[in-house]
Nanobody
Framework: QVRLVESGGGLVQAGGSLRLSCAASGSIFRVNGMGWYRQAPGKQRELVARYTNSGSAIYGDSAKGRFTISRDNAKITVYLQMNSLKPEDTAVYYC??????????WGQGTQVTVPS
């Protein structure tokens, strides 16, 4: 079993910044992909940013130019630096991890709130 522990969410004013962290532990096999998704009330979960199995970073349209994903391979941790936050960024942000066996895991989610 893999455990994903997220941190860094909170309430921030529009235009502000937050940094999310997600640390993986447990039965870690070779990572096939790891990153962030989010889900706003009444909406489907969507990609924010993730690393693919080739190590490339991909971003959802809403994150491009404002958010940056980074990682610490030794700590099996990914970060999401979010700048210029907008009210529409309000959502629960989930960490996602997929190993080479195709097993997928989700974190418990961390709330990000940007008041309008």
């Amino acid at each position: 079993q893999v455990r994903l522990v997220e941190s860094g969410g909170g309430l921030v004013q529009a235009g502000g910044s937050l940094r999310l962290s997600c640390a993986a532990s447990g039965s870690i096999f070779r990572v096939n992909g790891m990153g962030w998704y989010r889900q706003a009330p009444g909406k489907q979960r969507e990609l924010v940013a993730r690393y693919t199995n080739s190590g490339s970073a991909i971003y959802g349209d809403s994150a491009k130019g404002r958010f940056t994903i980074s990682r610490d391979n030794a700590k099996i941790t990914v970060y999401l630096q979010m700048n210029s936050l907008k009210p529409e960024d309000t959502a629960v942000y989930y960490c996602n991890y997929v190993n080479i066996l195709g097993n997928e895991y989700w974190g418990q989610g961390t709330q990000v709130t940007v008041p309008s």
